[in-house]
């Protein structure tokens, strides 16, 4: 019972041990990560097409959430780019940008995520991440920084432009670029500037004027925060958002995350459930990557299931409290982990932290400018942007490589939920056709030894009675027809054949369809005075062919190892091959 | 040229050598199928919610052009069951019954089908229908003649009913009973009854009387006839339609098969795609299973794609020419090669009577009960429930047991082609699953031989410092976590290990995702100091990883065999355990 309890509820069990090391760790973790999230959350949020708040308000409750019942130590919870893309592009097909019902359906995206994930946990589904294949997420986090890239260019522009795809959004911007406000054009080039250089030249910058690396460190974390302060001071000293018309964040409420509730009707529920479930998946993956790579480090486990059910409850957290889709983030979980956070306890201190800015701090970004937020994407995205990708695939599997430039067009030209399903849909088709034209070897003893290798590929002895094909694959439905064909090619072809072996080393699997082909395979051979023989069948193809009638049917025998048969079927004595052996 | 010219046009090939006996044996054939084709044509035709004619017209040209263009000697194309079925539930979807829309809809379907059948045969895509696995087959063929036979009973009463499940059909009919015309009740009862004793009983009886093996055989494919001819003369006679409301055919056109257009229009041809491609895929695999299973019985071979070309050509010849899609029917082909038939000139015969049929005997069907058809249908589809698969697929294997079960039951309780697209969707998931939780297993060596087995199942040598793991899939991204999973747990809780070695006689291809998780694991063991070991790696995946830094990176070495890799890495001498297999 208490077992139970501490399974699903992992706070029960390093909440017992929690020391006051450990809390101080914590504690200097948290504002640091709280210091680099005010900018973040308020930026994501604007990518995501709701209001600033949304991004603070996401990022509150769910860390909470996920500190009671996530089992990673390092990870940290919150809005993240591509999820806030998704975001956008789900929400807005089922409203406008800036209506309530916008708000309410980003709500609504969030409790369905969050419910798919905890059932997913649940019933222990944690397996269908697996399907996204490894190329394909990074093509399609590659072409989504790319898109969230080119979405942001509109603020920096200072223009209105909207699009889901790069080719709309690129046509839109060039329609708008005669009404480009140029004070606005300076703020975000010069912020986009400022940030890049932070992320690449500040540290090297100060420890060479001697400041402490850990300093250092702190202080690019903060660059973001000073790019804030900098131009909001700049624009509210100038008036540049009266006399420029530079765009800016405006009035925000002062309050603690509200309670809200998301919209439930049928209809919108079953608008967003597709997008629910590729934001869940996506966002399970991006999380499940992070928090493994940060536990490895330290030696520790995490339990995909368990997984789900923690970020499950930070998404419906986050669609009653204001907010919308969130997970883990690779950004900042990387920073929380290097600040030292020792325990989940450092994500709560987190969200006090944040919960304290969205209570106070909220009056001193009025006239932050929406550039800067823009610039601050820019620059977080464009870290994800990698295309050697395709150059890997390219040289070591095709197949892989088609899957990803696939991934990559589609979400480009057709936005994220066709690149990613298209890449999904791709890399299932690919694999299924590689098996169903399985690698079969016709195999022959090498002299001297047990072994039995390609007859075209090495030296080896054969026997015109015997035909031995070593058979590279499971068999399995996909498959299946394309044996019937082989023996009946090789067969046909070669009339002194007395004997088919099938050496089925490396078949894991027979289903039901491929039975069927056996058992035709070897009727068609019977009525051609062949016999057939199966050789190394594995312990659990075995056992599950002894429960049908196939054993029973098969005109040849079952042949422990391919030599024993080999021996058997050209009636020599094993001696020769041992003694050679010796 | 000529060659290329023989590939596509198969009947270049035979026309040249054909001799006087084929010419015999070919049209005592086509007598014997014309016989039995009329009643069958006609009564599909109805099945398909088309009028009569619709049924031979589809036999005549569909018939020539496969003679032309196909490679099977005995499949015998036109109106089949299942496809007549899934022509309804399409073409319902479009227009309703007994319109002037609702036939065009059918040529738009049959020209759409054949299209796709001949892209897939041009581009050799013919692998496609392996994807339908034969449990699932099965299962969607015996709930389609479930389907079917209850889609008749309508005709057998004498009401009106409709639906495209079995729930909607039943609750139509049960709606309907009280309008139940008994004269045609007491003909469609009869009719069956009659039928189904002409297909067990008739032929025992005659023989047992002395008629040859070979008339009892005639006379039991002509049964069909007899009820035909029978019933007509009653209801005529008697004058059943006037004066009891007894359905009949009435009037059909007296013409060959006209010259139609289909409707092209984008909406119609994007409504019918998705039906039309699976209309494709069933009528290939059961077209191409009849034509290999009878194919084999004479040691002949079968092009898959050039098949499709053949169908592709007949579908495009129905669609023009007033039928609708067609496919190699299996009792049709049966019959055709149990009645001799030599070549494809055997089906041109065919056509030939089915054309004087339609031309000169139309009007001797005006008074025939639509009942005698329905018993007809009835009769013929009962044969093809078999509810075996079931019992098969539960003891030999769980997973295709799920696919069939689900495949019945979504075709009875949606229709036919929510039933198959499950059935397919789901053998792939189900497929997917298996192999993203494949079989590993730790591998000791077996005293006095050169073999690995399975520490939990046999007695073998181990060695602390060493883990051999044998993997019994191949390596994709479906179970690439699943790998790096293993040998984190595998490798933490037993501390004294230095040596992972990864026995890879069964991994017949390792993609992108797998590579980069062997990466992984290779990093993370060199973190806390242990090495990792291929072994027995194939030669196509040997050359792929030489393609990657990853043979650079790995700790340890690759070793062609198992025993290699213990012996190096024990520091024994190979000397006992040779000596023990001598």
Redesign the interface.
Not at 129 to 136: C, D, G, Q
Not at 476 to 482: G, M
């Given at each position: 019972m208490i077992e139970t309890l501490r399974r699903y509820v992992p706070i029960l069990d390093w909440g017992r041990t929690y020391t006051r090391d450990a809390l101080q760790s914590d504690l200097l973790a948290a504002v640091i990560v709280t210091i680099m999230l005010i900018p973040q959350s308020l930026a994501y949020a604007l990518l995501a097409g709701l209001p600033p708040e949304a991004g603070l308000y996401a990022s509150i409750l769910p860390i909470i959430l996920y500190a009671i019942f996530g089992t990673s130590r390092a990870l940290a919870v919150g809005p993240v780019a591509v999820v806030s893309l998704m975001t956008a592009a789900a929400v807005g097909q089922v409203a406008e940008q800036g209506t309530a019902g916008y708000a309410v359906a980003a709500l609504t995206l969030a409790v369905l995520s969050g419910a798919i994930l905890l059932a997913m946990g649940l019933f222990r589904l944690g397996?269908v991440?697996?399907?996204?294949?490894?190329?394909?997420i990074a093509g399609f986090i590659t072409a989504s920084g790319i898109l969230i890239a080119a979405s942001q260019l509109k603020h920096i522009l200072g223009v209105e432009a909207h699009g889901h795809t790069l080719i709309e959004m690129v046509a839109s911007l060039v329609a708008h670029l005669p009404e480009t406000n140029l004070v606005t054009l300076v703020i975000g080039v010069a912020a986009t500037a400022f940030l890049f250089w932070v992320r690449k030249g500040l540290k090297p910058f100060l420890i060479a004027r001697g400041v402490r690396p850990r300093l250092a460190d702190i202080a690019q974390k903060a660059g973001p925060v000073g790019a804030v302060v900098v131009t909001t001071l700049l624009v509210w000293g100038l008036g540049l958002s009266q006399t420029a018309g530079v765009s800016i964040v405006g009035a925000v409420p002062q309050s603690l995350p509200p309670f809200t509730l998301p919209g439930l009707s049928l209809d919108l529920v079953s608008a967003l459930f597709i997008p629910a479930l590729l934001i869940s998946v996506i966002g399970f993956v991006e999380s499940i990557s992070v928090a493994?790579t940060l536990a490895?480090k330290k030696?520790q486990?995490i339990d995909p299931d368990q997984e789900l059910i923690g970020l499950g409850a930070a998404n419906i957290g986050a669609g009653f409290t204001g907010g919308y889709p969130v997970t883990g983030g690779f950004a900042r979980s990387a920073v929380n982990f290097d600040a030292g956070a020792e325990t989940p306890a450092a994500g709560a201190f987190t969200a006090i932290g944040l919960a304290i800015a969205a209570l106070a701090l909220t009056p001193l970004i009025f006239f932050l400018p929406k550039a800067t937020l823009a610039a601050t994407i820019i620059v977080a995205v464009l870290s994800l942007v990698d295309f050697s990708i395709l150059k890997?695939?390219w040289?070591?599997?095709k197949?892989?490589f088609v899957a990803v430039a696939a991934t990559i067009l589609l979400t480009l030209g057709l936005g994220v939920e066709a690149g990613v399903s298209a890449g999904v849909i791709l890399?299932?088709a690919l694999?299924?056709?590689?098996?169903?034209?399985?690698?079969v070897a016709e195999v022959g003893l090498v002299p001297g030894t047990?072994h039995f290798r390609?007859i075209l590929?090495h030296h080896v002895k054969t026997h015109p009675e015997v035909v031995t094909l070593r058979i590279?694959?499971?068999l399995?439905?996909?498959?299946?027809?394309?044996l019937?064909d082989l023996v009946?090619d090789r067969v046909?072809a070669d009339s002194p054949v007395k004997h088919v072996v099938l050496m089925c080393?490396?078949v894991?699997?027979i289903?039901?369809?491929a039975?069927?082909?056996l058992e035709?395979v070897n009727e068609?051979l019977k009525?051609?005075g062949v016999k057939l023989h199966l050789s190394e069948v594995?312990?659990?193809v075995t056992d599950?062919l002894k429960?049908?009638h196939f054993l029973d049917e098969l005109t040849g025998e079952v042949f422990l190892s391919q030599y024993d048969a080999w021996v058997a079927l050209t009636k020599k004595t094993p001696g020769p091959a041992?003694q050679a052996?010796?």
């Open positions: 397996f991440a697996n399907f996204l294949s490894h190329p394909v493994q490895a030696r486990r890997k695939t040289g070591y599997a197949a892989d890399s299932i694999h299924l056709y590689k098996t169903s034209k399985p690698h047990h390609n590929r590279d694959e499971s399995y439905f996909a498959n299946a027809r394309f019937e009946q046909t080393s490396a894991n699997e289903d039901t369809s039975l069927e082909s035709a068609r009525s051609m594995k312990g659990p599950r429960r049908s041992l052996a010796q």
